[in-house]
């Protein structure tokens, strides 16, 4: 469908919030904006084309060093759980059950994550919730790293915090050619939530989550660049 135009009243019509329907306000027509049937959606093997504009090759990326879990969550999480309050709730359980030390939430490490909150309070709104934050530095545990809240993503280290807003968020790289999986945001800003050492499931789950996150948050962006 290419008009925004209700084709039966002539209305401005308005994509409904999974994007799959655009809704007339004026005569309450709906009209679905993709054909396909959901059970025929593969859900396993498929970046949603209506969500994400993605250079991504799935098989290449489940062939390299914990890309598959990466991948297979981050499927799991856009295709299958869909909306950002669910996204989270699975991260973090799946964080809770993290050995990591260098990886904490409220239920797992939270002496870090509050050295972490502290850190970066002086950006953050209020009422603004800090889901979580990897130590990205050796030696350094809660002097560096990545907070990850509900509104933005920040990286900070002894001098700087810089942060990006979901709702200004375009694009998400990923780099996975050391075999840890990295996000960048907008060219910025990595992002590693790893659990169980190896296990590279949170970084995928996260990276969903700030798709998801920024997808809500801004109505006027249409699609997010996966590099
Ligand atoms: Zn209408």
């Known amino acids: 469908m290419q008009s925004n135009e209700c084709p039966k009243c002539g209305g401005l019509m308005e994509m409904s919030a999974d994007r799959r329907k655009m809704c007339c306000p004026y005569c309450m027509g709906e009209f679905v904006i993709d054909e396909r049937e959901e059970d025929a959606f593969d859900k396993k093997n498929v970046i949603d084309p209506l969500l994400f504009d993605s250079e991504w090759d799935i098989e290449s990326l489940r062939s390299k060093p914990n890309g598959k879990d990466f991948i297979d969550e ?13 996204v989270k709730e699975n991260l973090l359980k799946m964080l809770s059950k993290s050995t990591n030390s260098d990886m904490a939430t409220q239920s797992v490490h939270s002496d870090l994550l509050s050295t972490a909150k502290a850190k970066v309070s002086s ?22 790293g990545t907070v990850l809240t509900d509104k933005r993503i920040i990286t900070f280290d002894t001098k700087k915090t810089p942060f990006e807003l979901y709702k200004d968020i375009r694009s998400l790289t990923l780099d996975i050619g050391s075999g840890i999986p990295t996000v960048k945001v907008n060219g910025e800003f990595a992002v590693r939530m790893s659990m169980l050492g190896s296990n590279y499931r949170g970084t995928g ?19 997010i660049k996966l590099c």
């Not at 603004?128 to 030696?139: H, I, P, R, S």
């Open 205 to 223: 789950a996260a990276a969903a989550l700030i798709c998801l996150y920024a997808l809500a948050q801004n109505p006027d962006l249409k699609k």
């Open 74 to 86: 981050f499927l799991y999480a856009v295709n299958e759980l869909c909306k950002a309050d669910a």
């Open 123 to 144: 950006v953050l709104d209020p009422g603004e919730e800090v889901l979580a934050y990897q130590n990205t530095g050796l030696f350094s545990k809660g002097k560096e």
